[in-house]
């Protein structure tokens, strides 16, 4: 009998096609709209493995329902919406999908940071408002990008990407990782250095997280580090909102502790914190990281795989909780 499929919310056509085509009786949740909790948890029941989304919380009592499932595919790289433990103890395998995104995420990261430093939303709103009456040496006076230091918080794979970008604008690095990584130093064609994150925030024109978020990142940027970092900085999140205490961010942008904010996550999606809407120092995207249409099909097709994977006793590419396999298999 066909293994069957539940999809949490309609994605790229080739990726259902690509299961339908393995033969996998596919349900796709069919409206445009996050997957309501009491549906999610009726349809978790009785289905082979589930494909869902960033924004689905798999936790215990989504896992308890998912009494038949073998695979759980996330459709992201970031995997803080399912319980990991509780799926392992369940024997269901976790994917992700890691490297796909990558660029597209980097390259989100750097139009935040120039938007910001540019303040292009700000003037973009000033010119539709019929504001504009002419060139003026003072008008939209921003921050400089080219020569300045560009500071990395984790130094992954989407942290490397948005350094790497850093070289064309002749900046150098200076980043926070839990190890230091002598091939991107020596690769990198100017200074790129291994430092302490007090010394990161202390020293850098710009300030880009990169870390996934685990009990030990939730707020590791509040008020605190926001005082350590300049005036005229600017933090940039593309990661996951609970890194940065969204209420000390709304303190430094308003007190001009940093000088502007370009954020792609918050605190407690999709809500945003109140005060961060009419500052004009914060650019604020809707967790568009990885918002190209190639990408999100190439992520799409990642997930199909590792599902399909795991039904032909192949071990998912991109599976989270490798325990569950060796035991399996
Ligand atoms: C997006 O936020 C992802 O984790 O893929
Ligand atoms: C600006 O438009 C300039 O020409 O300096």
């Avoid at 660029?103 to 408002?129: C, F, G, K, Q």
């Avoid at 002598?182 to 850098?204: C, D, I, M, N």
Wanted: contains cysteine.
């Amino acid at each position: 009998m066909a293994k069957r499929i539940y999809v949490t919310r309609s994605l790229p056509q080739p990726v259902i096609d690509r299961l339908t085509d393995a033969n996998f009786d596919v349900e796709v949740y069919p409206e445009d709209q996050v997957i309501p909790r009491s549906v999610l948890l009726d349809k978790a029941g009785g289905r082979d493995g589930i494909l869902c989304i960033l924004t689905d919380f798999i936790d215990r009592e989504v896992l308890e329902r998912a009494d038949q499932a073998k695979i759980i595919a996330n459709y992201a790289v970031g995997f803080n919406n399912i319980d990991l433990e509780e799926a392992t103890r369940r024997r269901i395998a976790i994917t992700n999908t890691p490297g796909v995104l990558t660029d597209a995420t980097a390259d989100l990261a750097w139009s935040l940071l120039m938007a910001t430093a540019r303040r292009i939303v700000e003037s973009d709103n000033y010119l539709r408002a019929g504001k504009f009456e002419g060139w003026g040496p003072l008008h939209f006076l921003g921050q400089d990008i080219t020569g300045t230091t560009l500071g990395v918080i984790g130094l992954g794979r989407i942290g490397q990407a948005f350094a790497r970008r850093g070289a064309a604008f002749g900046m150098n690095i200076l980043y926070y990782s839990n190890r230091r990584n002598t091939e991107f130093e020596e690769s990198y064609p100017h200074t790129a250095e291994h430092v302490s994150l007090e010394e990161l925030l202390q020293k850098s024109d710009y300030v880009s997280i990169h870390v996934p978020m685990t009990p030990d990142t939730i707020h590791m940027i509040g008020e605190r580090e926001l005082r350590m970092m300049q005036p005229h900085a600017i933090l940039i999140n593309t990661a996951r909102g609970p890194i940065v205490d969204e209420e000390a961010l709304v303190q430094a942008l308003k007190n001009q502790w940093i000088w502007g904010a370009g954020l792609d996550v918050y605190e407690e999606e999709p809500k945003v914190h109140p005060e961060l809407i009419p500052l004009p120092n914060a650019v604020l995207c809707p967790h568009i990281g990885s918002a190209t249409t190639s990408t999100r099909t190439r992520m799409g097709l990642m997930a199909a795989d590792n599902i399909i994977a795991y039904f032909e006793g192949r071990r998912p590419p991109n599976l989270l909780n490798p325990e569950v396999w060796e035991q399996g298999s």
